[in-house]
């Protein structure tokens, strides 16, 4: 049993749909929630971060996290062609790991136009 | 500025050779880390440095994986009698020390291939 589960899709999705999504995981220490978006042959770039509960709104991304239930989202309003990547979400505990990252498997995207 | 570099940013190997792999962190990060990207298991820890120090090498696969950094800055990791499952792609971030987790920043990584 992984500590972050992600569904790794693939996922296909027509330009303007909204997507959701979704990551749980095990351990109640993590306080730091990031997603990640990387391009083919690129690396990870941060796209969102929560730090504990709540919600956080960037321009078409909203992420959402529940620390009850131990599962994080990251929706994407009126997807574009270019967000077509690997969505990668992280967690951290912060201080006590030296702030390492615990990824998810990555879902793939594609938005077609 | 100047983000993370690593080179090679391709490698090919045969089984069994050793190689080394580099990481330029962006100056004045004194927290580095290598995650390793591979199909089956995602991307993964490997060993984080403060400064020449490496508190943490507990992702470290086996004792055919090191890695060292000199000066506070470049990091190499080095891998002895390569496996084919070894084959992934190597990612290295990183981070002011005080920075939070979400401060880390990614290189492009090397893809290492293993024949």
């Known amino acids: 049993q992984k500590e972050v589960e992600q569904d790794p899709g693939p996922l296909s999705v027509p330009e303007g749909a909204i997507v959701s999504l979704n990551c749980t995981y095990s351990?109640?220490?993590?306080?730091?929630f990031m997603w990640y978006r990387q391009y083919s042959r690129k690396g990870p770039e941060l796209l969102m971060y929560?730090?504990?509960?709540g919600n956080k709104e960037d321009g078409r991304f909203t992420a959402q996290v529940d620390k009850s239930s131990k599962y994080i989202s990251l929706f994407i309003r009126d997807s574009q062609p270019s967000d077509s990547a690997t969505y990668l979400c992280?967690?951290?505990?912060?201080?006590?790991?030296?702030?390492?990252?615990?990824f998810g498997q990555g879902t793939i995207l594609t938005v077609h136009p | 500025g100047a983000g993370v570099s690593q080179s090679p940013s391709n490698k090919v190997t045969e089984k069994g050779k050793d190689v080394e792999l580099r990481c330029d962190p962006i100056?004045?990060?004194?927290?580095l880390y290598w995650y390793r990207q591979s199909l089956g298991q995602g991307l993964e820890f490997l060993i984080y440095?403060?400064?020449?120090?490496?508190?943490?090498k507990s992702g470290l696969p086996s004792d055919r994986f090191s890695a060292e950094r000199t000066g506070g800055s470049v990091s190499t990791l080095t891998i002895q009698r390569t496996q084919q499952e070894d084959s992934a792609v190597y990612l290295c971030?990183?981070?002011?020390?005080?920075?939070?987790?979400?401060?880390?920043?990614f290189g492009p990584g090397t893809r290492l291939t293993v024949t």
């Open positions: 971030a990183s981070s002011f020390l005080a920075g939070g987790p979400h401060e880390q920043y």
């Open positions: 351990n109640s220490a993590f306080q730091y």
């Open positions: 929560t730090y504990s509960s």
């Open positions: 992280a967690m951290s505990d912060g201080g006590t790991s030296y702030g390492k990252l615990t």
């Open positions: 100056s004045g990060h004194t927290a």
């Open positions: 440095f403060q400064g020449n120090s490496a508190p943490d």
